[in-house]
């Protein structure tokens, strides 16, 4: 038994076929069969179930498939520790980041992080805080940049900065022409993001809760994107809302130049409202030169000094 039979055995159990499971792998499909069978033959137990349309797993199959995603998890973590030995600054770095924050984030930082760190490679993962989370513990990610607390022990967290969240109303709103604008005065109107979203919280908390429907964690909210009857996955689609006249949000200030020209008004908070980014890995991960170097150029790269407006 090696690890490429291991490989050719989760491949196939992805694919369900022979000949995509091949493919995937980059051998010939009859390469990829007789490993199999030789696996078959060491372990002296059939692991699947062939037909001449699909390939299924045997019930001891998917228990060997575990213990192969296992081994193969393990070996990829040796691997990795060799790697960093030789130099922490080279080679991939598996990083998720929610989708509040990577489309405005990321254009700040890939390219000083290339051109500061040409050997290292940002293999990026866009997801929701527990998808992160998750891809942290399970080992799919190295590291996620994250506007949450984890409140997971396995898990450690570099604070890089505070975001300040800014109210995003139509131009024809009672309070566009304000300097600031008072949070809690748009309780009745707030639109935010769909379930999963930390930003919702984050927004409905600014706003001091609401007094329709109930919603993310138990708190009531107004309206997630008017009133149930569409739901907004996007910071785009919500300021799209908002600029049609149907609510007021908060958006986080990274966003704020990237979505302005949608012909919204963007104005500061009368109460500093802020979220915190931090930086989350394991604490065992073997390359935290890495992590160093993307904590660096993001402290580098952002900076809110200038006007939202």
């Not at 799919?140 to 800014?166: M, N, Q, W, Y």
């Amino acid at each position: 038994m090696n690890l490429q039979e291991l490989r050719y055995l989760v491949a196939i159990a992805e694919h369900r076929h022979f000949g995509r499971a091949a493919e995937a792998c980059n051998v010939s499909q009859p390469t990829l069969s007789s490993q199999i069978r030789k696996l078959e033959d060491e372990l002296g137990v059939t692991l699947l179930e062939r037909t001449n349309k699909r390939v299924d797993m045997t019930p001891v199959g998917r228990q060997i498939l575990s213990h192969a995603k296992q081994a193969l998890s393990h070996a990829g973590q040796m691997e990795a520790v060799a790697r960093a030995s030789r130099d922490p600054l080279i080679g991939p770095l598996r990083l998720g980041v929610i989708p509040t924050l990577a489309p405005y984030l990321m254009p700040l930082i890939l390219k000083p992080l290339k051109q500061g760190y040409p050997g290292m490679t940002i293999e990026l993962w866009e997801d929701q805080t527990r998808s992160l989370i998750e891809g942290l513990r399970n080992h799919r990610l190295d590291a996620a940049l994250l506007a949450t607390e984890t409140d997971a022990p396995e898990i450690t967290e570099i604070v890089l900065f505070e975001e300040p969240l800014l109210a995003a109303l139509p131009p024809n709103h009672r309070l566009a022409e304000a300097k600031t604008a008072d949070p809690e005065a748009l309780n009745e109107e707030l639109l935010v993001l769909s379930d999963g979203h930390c930003l919702a919280n984050q927004a409905l908390a600014a706003c001091g809760g609401a007094k329709q429907g109930l919603g993310h964690g138990g708190h009531s909210h107004p309206r997630t994107a008017l009133q149930g009857s569409m739901q907004a996955a996007t910071l785009e689609t919500l300021v799209n809302l908002v600029a049609a006249g149907y609510g007021a949000t908060l958006i986080p200030a990274l966003a704020a130049e990237s979505l302005s020209h949608r012909g919204i008004a963007l104005l500061p908070l009368t109460h500093a409202t802020s979220r915190t980014i931090r930086l989350a890995s394991r604490p065992g991960f073997p390359r935290p030169q890495a992590l160093r170097a993307i904590e660096k150029v993001i402290r580098k790269a952002v900076s809110f000094s200038r006007s939202p407006n």
